[in-house]
């Protein structure tokens, strides 16, 4: 069984206080825009940016986090959508599920052991990390983006030339355009393929992937 993580944090731990926030951005799912998270975020200044994601909630390079209350969650497992957002979270190299503000004393109309099971289910899957509120989720995500640019993950193809292999050609070409990062570049190229789809791509197509300012600037280059 995965490691089941509890992340409650009221005070800031050293490294927290000493380190910058990272400039790695966070993608926050369009449909998120009502939680608190996105403000909690923008206070903390953190780099964020808005797109609409086919899978989870939020996005940090090669990482997906579903976020879920303890009302979604029982509402996940009534309407049978739980068991396969997982599967396709774990399209993604690293994937967490956030159950945020969990209280069993909420009123569903599942037992509460039919819901632990499901969490038991859920950690044997993918990792879960407990936070108390948006306050904290909003760190935690900060976190993982200050770890993943210390480690740096998901680099830009345009610093290195050599030797890219074709589908790192493909990012490589991607990237050239304004506003479009490694993250864009392999959002891209993992919703549509190939190059000749992307560019052929109308601007209703490329909403799936790309907000939309990014879109006025990738066809106006391509034009």
């Keep these: 069984m995965k490691q089941i993580e509890n992340i ?12 910058p926030n990272p400039k790695t951005p966070i993608i926050i799912d369009k449909r998120e825009n009502n939680s608190l998270i996105k403000a909690n975020l923008i206070e903390q200044k953190a780099n964020i940016q808005e797109e609409i994601l086919e899978i989870g909630d939020y996005l940090i ?4 986090l579903e976020r879920k209350t303890y009302k979604d969650f029982t509402a996940s497992i009534i309407d049978k959508r739980l068991f396969n957002q997982i599967h396709q979270m774990k399209k993604y190299p690293n994937h967490f599920l956030i159950l945020e503000g969990f209280d069993f004393t909420y009123k569903s109309s599942l037992h509460p052991n039919a819901i632990r099971g499901a969490i038991l289910s859920t950690a044997s899957q ?14 935690f995500l900060i976190t993982i983006a200050r770890r993943q640019e ?23 070409i991607l990237e050239g355009f304004p506003g479009i990062g490694p993250t864009s570049a392999q959002n891209l190229l993992q919703e ?32």
């Design 126 to 139: 993918i990792p879960i990390i407990y936070t108390e509120n948006e306050s904290d989720t909003a760190k």
């Design 192 to 223: 549509f393929k190939s190059l000749k789809k992307i560019f052929g791509a109308t601007k209703e197509e490329l909403k799936k992937t790309l907000d939309e300012n990014k879109i006025e600037k990738f066809l106006s280059t391509l034009n």
């Design 150 to 172: 210390k480690e740096n993950q998901n680099y830009s193809l345009r610093q290195t030339k050599s030797n890219l292999t074709k589908e790192e050609q493909k990012q490589f």
């Design 8 to 19: 409650f944090s009221k005070t800031k731990t050293k490294s927290e206080a000493i380190c």
């Design 61 to 64: 390079n090669d990482t997906i």
